[in-house]
Antibody, heavy 116, light 108 residues
Framework: QVQLQQSGAGLLKPSETLSLTCDVY????????WSWLRQPAGKGLEWIGE???????TYNPSLNSRATISVDTSTNQFSLSIKSLTAADTAIYYC??????????WGQGTLVTVSS | DIQLTQSPSALSASVGDRVTITCRAS??????LNWYYQKPGKPPKLLIY???SLQSGVPSRFSGSGSGTDFTLTISSLQPEDFATYYC??????????FGQGTRLEIK
């Protein structure tokens, strides 16, 4: 049974960079794609992007190249950074293991608040 | 982007009812359509993938159908734990993957 454990700072200021990490337990990195998504409070889901075990990435164009997803197979973790934060980036952020290219197994979520 | 429109946006039903939620895509996505449900304060859970395949561990009262642009999620007999928000999601076009706006299923 795969488990995904998220970590990272939850309160940031405008213009700062968000950094989140997802530790993966109970699954081989090489067989899957891995995603990040977010959900503003009371709103719907937004896909941020995905990474393969080789480090190949695909991003949502709506992030305007501010997002970077990376993978470290030696430590079984993958990471998200988003630069130039604004209040519009305030949301719960989720990591996930994909089924194909769709999130199937999710982390617990991390609330990220961007406020001065 | 492929737009997904769910209907209804909210629905009231009783335990034991049969419920259907629809998802319409702005262009054909063949069967690259998944369904999730989400309880407050929890991450989403995958119910149906590839339009009609039941994810492992999901009760058989959930079923999905459709192809092209029109899809449905059916719950054959509502249980108390089924009251939640449901989302459809497409992976036909990865730039970007998109979700419907959600359908909130409430107890009548």
């Amino acid at each position: 049974q795969v488990q995904l454990q998220q970590s990272g700072a939850g309160l940031l200021k405008p213009s700062e960079t968000l950094s989140l990490t997802c530790d993966v337990y109970g699954a081989s990195f090489s067989d899957y794609y891995w995603s990040w998504l977010r959900q503003p409070a009371g709103k719907g889901l937004e896909w941020i992007g995905e990474v393969s075990h080789t480090g190949a990435t695909t991003y949502n164009p709506s992030l305007n190249s501010r997002a970077t997803i990376s993978v470290d197979t030696s430590t079984n973790q993958f990471s998200l950074s988003i630069k130039s934060l604004t209040a519009a980036d305030t949301a719960i952020y989720y990591c996930a293991r994909n089924k194909g290219h769709s999130p199937a197994d999710w982390g617990q979520g991390t609330l990220v608040t961007v406020s001065s | 982007d492929i737009q997904l429109t769910q209907s209804p946006s909210a629905l009231s039903a009783s335990v034991g009812d049969r419920v259907t939620i629809t998802c319409r895509a702005s262009r054909s996505i063949t069967t690259y359509l998944n369904w999730y449900y989400q309880k407050p304060g929890k991450p989403p859970k995958l119910l149906i993938y590839a339009a009609s395949s039941l994810q492992s561990g999901v009760p058989s009262r959930f079923s999905g159908s459709g192809s092209g642009t029109d899809f449905t999620l059916t719950i054959s007999s509502l249980q108390p734990e089924d009251f939640a928000t449901y989302y459809c999601q497409q992976s036909y076009d990865l730039l970007p993957i998109t979700f419907g706006q959600g359908t909130r299923l409430e107890i009548k």
